[in-house]
């Protein structure tokens, strides 16, 4: 018998009321602001009034290098949260929120899949509670006072020819990359060159998720710089004078998201960066009110942990004075087949030698884990094509490398398909870590960025071209060096080219294109090779399998 959809899965489940979800956790009526019965947010004061209590424990569950199609990593720390219920251990799972743009795109939601998914999904992948909605208008204000600013004399003299900030749309569209603005005579504003980014690569929306609390995010909004004037100099929002009035779009955003997975464990759902061009974690608020309120905190940052983890470790955690415990590695049959040379075309056809193949990506992830100071434990996500003797490549391997490691199918078991991965974990977090960033703060910004691509990435040097370095040159006179490096590359290689599967070819150098400050959100970000911050939809849009009927009921939504 097929298993249902996800939809027709997450249509089926019962829902207990959002209010029950919170009063498990401690919170009171007057905690949280309903959105409808089963989502709501989560006041600020909350986390005024536990500041003293005791943290838990936060569990980074992480994955392979994932192929294109993504390896199940959200699914299983979905699963992970239900089983460690099912054990009884007070926990909540902390996730991003999706992206409408990969959501009508190529991958589809983000909410988990089977029975170990977030709910309501529906509302979820789509509007949620308007977070995306209140960054998107937040970041186009800004523009349009910048545009004004200009067009109204430039008093500000910001040079036409050195504007950082565009417009963002959380829908992809090739042809908005890049646009000429500015058109249609003297009423028509001045003439210059720009383009339209995704909501969720917005400076913003990495302010949203960075941010420790309200005030916190008011202050970084003004160190957003938008452009430079005539001299060279940064043109700061605050300059604009635009920050109270953005603050005012973000006052509800900037509170965590309480959600359910289908078994009524409780979800913080909150921050939406993606993690290829941004830091791609969910919001420090979320994060670290889960670790008051909870014993384990299981957190999922983007992609794979040479990406997600690593930026967690080195600059969300840094930020946010957070100690995490452990990784949880996700890896897939497909992923190390796919990094051992087997073309997507015979991703399903058994392949022993081709995981094996694959291995050594693996051993380099958790090598990345160790690198931090935190333990790691391997989980195997099962999928239908995997062969008995695929998988026990994988298990043989982690046995001979003393690797934790357990096989799960909560997609299939929800929170019971994950009970020997869940007592692993238990088993590991009795044990002590060591968590530490990789580099110190003060090191050059060309050294961070090295470190980063010969440890994390096992290339053999990095190669910063032109561009980059006349933009490191104007970094460092503007001091902006001491801040964390914030890595825009490729998720699905160890390099900037996504053909490159496997460990990096020898003597492979990384190029750097280009560098730029995002001052508010507190990082430089480093551009390797050629990264789009506007998506485009693929050949088949997974838009175009969607539909809702007469009585609401939505299909198609994945």
Same mark, same amino acid.
């Given at each position: 018998?097929?298993?249902?959809?996800?939809?027709?899965?997450?249509?089926?489940?019962?829902?207990?009321?959002?209010?029950?979800?919170?009063?498990?956790?401690?919170?009171?009526?007057?905690?949280?602001?309903?959105? =409808?019965?089963?989502?709501?947010?989560?006041?600020?004061?909350?986390?005024?009034?536990?500041?003293?209590?005791?943290?838990?424990?936060?569990?980074?569950?992480?994955?392979?290098?994932?192929?294109?199609?993504?390896?199940?990593?959200?699914?299983?720390?979905?699963?992970?949260?239900?089983?460690?219920?099912?054990?009884?251990?007070?926990?909540?799972?902390?996730?991003?929120?999706?992206?409408?743009?990969?959501?009508?795109?190529?991958?589809?939601?983000?909410?988990?899949?089977? #029975?170990?998914?977030?709910?309501?999904?529906?509302?979820?992948?789509?509007?949620?509670?308007?977070?995306?909605?209140?960054?998107?208008?937040?970041? $186009?204000?800004?523009?349009?006072?910048?545009?004004?600013?200009?067009?109204?004399?430039?008093?500000?003299?910001?040079?036409?020819?050195?504007?950082?900030?565009?417009?963002?749309?959380?829908?992809?569209?090739?042809? /908005?990359?890049?646009?000429?603005?500015?058109?249609?005579?003297?009423?028509?504003?001045?003439?210059?060159?720009?383009?339209?980014?995704?909501?969720?690569?917005?400076?913003?929306?990495?302010?949203?998720?960075?941010?420790?609390?309200?005030?916190?995010?008011?202050?970084?909004?003004?160190?957003?710089?938008?452009?430079?004037?005539?001299?060279?100099?940064?043109?700061?929002?605050?300059?604009?004078?635009? *920050?109270?009035?953005?603050?005012? /779009?973000?006052?509800?955003?900037?509170?965590?998201?309480?959600?359910?997975?289908?078994?009524?464990?409780?979800?913080?759902?909150?921050?939406?960066?993606?993690?290829?061009?941004?830091?791609?974690?969910?919001?420090?608020?979320?994060?670290?009110?889960?670790?008051?309120?909870?014993?384990?905190?299981?957190?999922?940052?983007?992609? =794979?942990?040479?990406?997600?983890?690593?930026?967690?470790?080195?600059?969300?955690?840094?930020?946010?004075? /957070?100690?995490?415990?452990?990784?949880?590695?996700?890896?897939?049959?497909?992923?190390?087949?796919?990094?051992?040379?087997?073309?997507?075309?015979?991703?399903?056809?058994?392949?022993?030698?081709?995981?094996?193949?694959?291995?050594?990506?693996?051993?380099?992830?958790?090598?990345?884990?160790?690198?931090?100071?935190?333990?790691?434990?391997?989980?195997?996500?099962?999928?239908?094509?995997?062969?008995?003797?695929?998988?026990?490549?994988?298990?043989?391997?982690?046995?001979?490398?003393?690797?934790?490691?357990?096989?799960?199918?909560?997609?299939?078991?929800?929170?019971? =398909?994950?009970?020997?991965?869940?007592?692993?974990?238990?088993?590991?977090?009795?044990?002590?870590?060591?968590?530490?960033? /990789? #580099?110190?703060?003060?090191?050059?910004?060309?050294?961070?960025?090295?470190?980063?691509?010969?440890?994390?990435?096992? *290339?053999? $040097?990095?190669?910063?071209?032109?561009?980059?370095?006349?933009?490191?040159?104007?970094?460092?006179?503007?001091?902006?060096?001491?801040?964390?490096?914030?890595?825009?590359?490729?998720?699905?290689?160890?390099? $900037?080219?996504?053909?490159?599967?496997?460990?990096?070819?020898?003597? #492979?150098?990384?190029?750097?294109?280009?560098?730029?400050?995002?001052?508010?959100?507190?990082?430089?970000?480093?551009?390797?090779?050629?990264?789009?911050?506007?998506?485009?939809?693929?050949?088949?849009?997974?838009?175009?399998?969607? $539909?809702?009927?007469?009585?609401?009921?939505?299909?198609?939504?994945?």
């Amino acid at each position: 018998m097929a298993l249902p959809t996800k939809i027709e899965i997450a249509q089926s489940a019962k829902l207990k009321p959002i209010t029950e979800i919170a009063a498990s956790l401690g919170l009171n009526p007057d905690d949280i602001e309903l959105y =409808g019965k089963y989502k709501a947010k989560i006041n600020l004061d909350v986390y005024k009034r536990l500041k003293d209590k005791p943290d838990g424990k936060i569990i980074i569950v992480t994955a392979v290098t994932p192929t294109k199609f993504g390896e199940g990593k959200t699914t299983m720390a979905i699963g992970l949260a239900e089983s460690l219920g099912k054990l009884g251990k007070k926990n909540i799972v902390v996730l991003r929120e999706p992206s409408l743009g990969p959501v009508f795109g190529i991958k589809g939601g983000a909410c988990g899949a089977g #029975y170990a998914q977030v709910l309501p999904m529906e509302d979820i992948n789509l509007h949620f509670t308007g977070d995306l909605h209140a960054i998107t208008s937040a970041h $186009d204000l800004l523009t349009s006072m910048m545009e004004n600013s200009i067009y109204r004399g430039n008093e500000l003299d910001i040079s036409l020819h050195d504007i950082l900030w565009k417009r963002v749309l959380d829908i992809e569209s090739r042809d /908005l990359r890049d646009i000429v603005i500015g058109l249609g005579g003297k009423n028509g504003g001045v003439p210059h060159q720009s383009g339209f980014e995704i909501t969720t690569a917005s400076e913003i929306a990495a302010i949203h998720a960075i941010s420790s609390d309200f005030n916190d995010m008011k202050r970084r909004l003004g160190e957003i710089t938008v452009a430079y004037n005539g001299k060279g100099e940064p043109v700061k929002a605050a300059q604009l004078n635009a *920050v109270g009035a953005m603050a005012l /779009l973000l006052k509800d955003a900037v509170k965590p998201n309480l959600v359910q997975t289908i078994e009524n464990t409780p979800a913080f759902i909150h921050g939406g960066p993606f993690a290829n061009i941004a830091h791609g974690c969910p919001s420090l608020v979320s994060t670290k009110l889960a670790l008051k309120l909870v014993d384990y905190v299981v957190l999922e940052p983007g992609f =794979g942990a040479d990406l997600g983890m690593e930026k967690f470790c080195d600059i969300a955690a840094r930020v946010g004075n /957070l100690k995490p415990h452990m990784a949880v590695i996700v890896a897939t049959i497909k992923a190390l087949k796919r990094h051992g040379g087997v073309k997507y075309k015979d991703i399903d056809q058994p392949s022993p030698e081709g995981v094996k193949k694959g291995l050594p990506v693996l051993g380099k992830e958790v090598e990345n884990a160790r690198k931090f100071g935190i333990r790691v434990v391997v989980c195997m996500n099962h999928f239908l094509s995997d062969t008995q003797a695929e998988i026990d490549v994988v298990l043989n391997w982690c046995k001979e490398q003393k690797v934790p490691a357990a096989f799960t199918d909560t997609v299939l078991k929800g929170g019971a =398909g994950g009970l020997e991965l869940a007592n692993l974990v238990l088993e590991e977090l009795k044990k002590p870590s060591d968590y530490h960033p /990789l #580099y110190p703060l003060d090191m050059p910004v060309e050294e961070k960025i090295r470190k980063i691509a010969k440890e994390i990435y096992g *290339v053999a $040097d990095i190669d910063m071209l032109p561009e980059a370095r006349s933009a490191l040159r104007k970094i460092e006179k503007l001091g902006f060096d001491k801040l964390p490096i914030c890595m825009a590359k490729t998720p699905l290689s160890l390099t $900037d080219n996504e053909n490159i599967v496997g460990l990096p070819p020898t003597g #492979y150098k990384l190029p750097i294109v280009n560098l730029k400050p995002s001052t508010g959100a507190g990082f430089v970000v480093a551009y390797c090779g050629d990264i789009n911050t506007m998506p485009a939809l693929p050949t088949r849009p997974a838009a175009e399998d969607m $539909d809702i009927d007469e009585n609401g009921i939505i299909k198609g939504l994945a």
